[in-house]
């Protein structure tokens, strides 16, 4: 994979390379591409006519070896309507350039960052097309010994973003790498398999944050047991390696009292199902099963890295599911950190159970404002909602409004699913103050009502990302399996409406 080194300049005539030129509606050009065009005798104003190139977001043409210049190449890339473009549509455009920079293997490509009619490019966008070029040019080739096709690929990928608003677009930007740092640490968390990452392994890399500032603290099995973290030590019993939980402290705030907020992640590093075991097929994608624990810590990188001016405590949850002689049993009642007993119906719905002693744990020791937790929890939320929305279940509607809106603006989208003391009957037990399991309808109804009943009435937000966490949607910006879903939305949340 090249590397990727991204350069803010003023307005530049490009003379080799790939040069980027951004084309309105109907095939529209800016000012410095309508120049270029005039240079190479007119090649892309006909190139439109002959391809029947309007412009339209998200299309492209290629026009190779360009005549009368060096050019490699000049690839027009669709915007579509200026008016209607948001932040999402020029991460898309960023994205859709990188993609096809890579397919060229380009060493060097200047992006004209101009807008039709002589009209400029705003700091922001600039910046969201840079994050979009970013997004797509991460890649997951670690253990990839025959690198045939990458051979040929170039080290190191050299992409100029020209524009008039260049100083503010740097600036703009800074923020966004910082993101983009977090979504990608994310995605290598998610895509690595379980037998590298362990739960140890997974504490390891999130000690790392430590260099950005990040207090880090990890609790091994001896002081869980000390705790009394029974339901998330019931999971790992039956793994030989042994749980961690890591929380994250960023006291970003100018109060360094001012009462923080509260990030959770499920991280399970692989669900077998444990006894109730999981079928074979399609097994191998529980390796993702930590992508809720994933997003916390690619939050705190992204928090860290800009300096979010916010107080925040994160939690994961790390264990693994896995049947042996010692794993827990249906039937088995264990003590949860909270007091509260739980019935074990089915050993596979782990999560809620990894969640209820951290979530519990967090409330108790930090007194959050609220606690907003991630985790690959149902398959039921598959089966509702796909992969395009994640569910969210709140008990408050304030942050289940900012969190609709932080997605609107992300494109990382939630969707408010109901709850009720219907649902949360169904998990009453006769043996133990509750049960792991709801049965089959309304699944992810119940078991966000399990982990409700560990958040002792502070605010909370539970976002079910099974759907949006792993084997995610193909996109412009993601080509690969683990998307780092949530790390921008939540990012987002504190930006616009936590920090001081
Ligand atoms: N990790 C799974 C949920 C999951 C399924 C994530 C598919 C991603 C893709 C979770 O631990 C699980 O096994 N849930 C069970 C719960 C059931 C036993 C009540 C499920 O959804 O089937
Ligand atoms: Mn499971
Ligand atoms: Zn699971």
Redesign the pocket.
Known sequence: MPQLTLTFAKPIAPKHGVAVVLVADAATLGREAATLDAEVGGAITRGFAKATFTGKLGSTLDIVAPGQSDLDRILAVGIGKVGDLKSTDWIRIGGVIEGKLAEFKAEAATVLAELADGAELSPGDTADLALGIELRGYTFDRYKTKKKDEDRAPKERKVTIAGEGQAGAKKAYAARAAVAGGVNLARDLVIEPGNVLSPAEFADRAEKLEKLGVEVEIMGEKELKKLGFGALLGVSQGSARPPRVVIFKWNGAKSKDAQPVAFIG?G?VF?S?GI?I?PAA?ME??K??M?GAAAVTGLFHALAKRKAKVNAIGAIGLVE?MPDGNAQRPGDIVTSLSGQTIEI????????LVLADVVWHVQETYKPKWIIDL????????VALGKTYAGLFSSSDELAERLAKAGEATGELVWRMPMGADYDKLIDSSFADMK?????HG??I??AHFIKRFTNDVPWAHLDI??T???STQTDTNKLWASGWGVRLLDRLVADYYEE
């Open positions: 499920k399970v669900d199902g109730s999981k399609g994608d529980m993702g099963d992508a599911n119906i089915n050993t596979d719905a782990e999560g809620r985790a690959t929890l149902t398959g039921a939320i598959l792991n399991t709801g049965g089959r699944g992810s119940t078991a099974a759907g966490g792993m084997d």
